[in-house]
T-cell receptor, first 112, second 111 residues
Framework: NAGVTQTPKFQVLKTGQSMTLQCAQD?????MSWYRQDPGMGLRLIHY???????DQGEVPNGYNVSRSTTEDFPLRLLSAAPSQTSVYFC???????????FGDGTRLSIL | DAKTTQPNSMESNEEEPVHLPCNHS???????IHWYRQLPSQGPEYVIH???SNVNNRMASLAIAEDRKSSTLILHRATLRDAAVYYC????????????FGQGTILTVHP
């Protein structure tokens, strides 16, 4: 059972480039979310989805887009990378609101 | 905002019990109390959660105050592997599982 899989694990981008962080889960969870974690800080919610076709903004959504075409996948798109988006990004999934969330191992993103 | 208050850091010796406190005075009646921990360079790991009653699992125990405004995570015998940042979070109800992470408590375990 793979759980939550994030790719890539590391990425370096130049300012202005775009890219997509991938997240896939094999637990048939309805709820998926993206967080970012800056050094020495707790995680902050970027976007979340309560099911295929349904997404909503979290605490820090600016500069990021998401879509949820399937239950399994929840990609995060950076439209035009900025140095302020240098961070570690975590994807999570859960069965229901209020139930435990399962986190991936993270994508470490550096933007020069 | 689903804010919780935790001590910045705590220390313990190996094989001793650890009690990690958390205040969550604005919790609603339908919110679950969650504890996650994060080891260095890893994603958060679920530890335990509960609603009203005390809860036990293979990793830890969760003691919830009668008024639900505070809780305590109990590690019965700390090991070196338990050294991590521990986050107390409440979620559920209308929050759709959105987790609001604070700074957490850095737990240091001494051999």
């Amino acid at each position: 059972n793979a759980g939550v899989t994030q790719t890539p694990k590391f990425q370096v981008l130049k300012t202005g480039q775009s890219m997509t962080l991938q997240c896939a889960q094999d637990m048939n969870h309805e709820y998926m979310s993206w967080y970012r974690q800056d050094p020495g800080m707790g995680l902050r919610l970027i976007h979340y989805s309560v099911g295929a076709g349904i997404t909503d903004q979290g605490e820090v959504p600016n500069g990021y887009n998401v879509s949820r075409s399937t239950t399994e996948d929840f990609p995060l798109r950076l439209l035009s990378a900025a140095p302020s988006q240098t961070s570690v990004y975590f994807c999570a999934s859960g069965a229901l609101a209020g139930q435990p969330q399962h986190f991936g191992d993270g994508t470490r993103l550096s933007i020069l | 905002d689903a804010k919780t208050t935790q001590p910045n850091s705590m220390e313990s010796n190996e094989e001793e019990p650890v009690h990690l406190p958390c205040n969550h005075s604005t919790i609603s009646g339908t919110d679950y109390i969650h504890w996650y921990r994060q080891l260095p360079s890893q994603g958060p790991e679920y530890v335990i959660h509960g609603l009203t009653s005390n809860v036990n699992n293979r990793m830890a125990s969760l003691a919830i105050a009668e008024d639900r405004k505070s809780s305590t995570l109990i590690l019965h015998r700390a090991t070196l592997r338990d050294a991590a940042v521990y986050y107390c979070i409440y979620a559920g109800g209308t929050s759709y599982g959105k987790l609001t992470f604070g700074q957490g408590t850095i737990l240091t375990v001494h051999p």
